[in-house]
């Protein structure tokens, strides 16, 4: 599977983005998706996940109650909806996927086989 991360952008604290995740070449419903963050001079992080089988999420401490992550199978893809933005939510979002992972795993990054390009997410303070 290919994946398209977009919907990156420059945004003032306390606003909202959209993050999308195409996937082309299988459907993206047989795939846990997660999306990743990484901000300049430190170690990629989990952000939040959907699991293959059930639908099961998961979201980082740092986020929750303002991110949501959802699947679109109609339109292949997986997207991130970021609200209340902090100026330490800036960072490169990567979205990733894996067929085989199993539930214990999703937050980390080494689980994963397919990773999108990234997307910049810039929040002003």
């Known amino acids: 599977v290919q994946l398209q991360a977009s919907g990156g952008g420059l945004v003032q604290a306390g606003g909202s983005l959209r993050l999308s995740c195409a996937a082309s070449?299988?459907?993206?419903?047989?795939?846990?998706v997660a999306w990743f963050r990484q901000a300049p001079g430190k170690e990629r992080e989990f952000v939040a996940g959907?699991?293959?089988?059930?639908?099961?999420?998961s979201y980082a401490d740092s986020v929750k109650g303002r991110f949501s992550i959802s699947r679109d199978n109609a339109k292949n893809t997986v997207s991130l909806q970021m609200n209340s933005l902090k100026p330490e939510d800036t960072a490169v979002y990567y979205c990733?996927?894996?067929?085989?992972?199993?539930?214990?795993?999703?937050?980390?990054?080494?689980?994963?086989?397919?990773w999108g390009q990234g997307t910049q997410v810039t929040v002003s303070s």
């Open positions: 070449g299988r459907s993206i419903s047989r795939y846990t």
């Open positions: 990733a996927a894996d067929l085989t992972l199993i539930l214990s795993s999703m937050t980390s990054s080494q689980a994963y086989d397919y």
């Open positions: 959907v699991f293959r089988s059930g639908g099961s999420t």
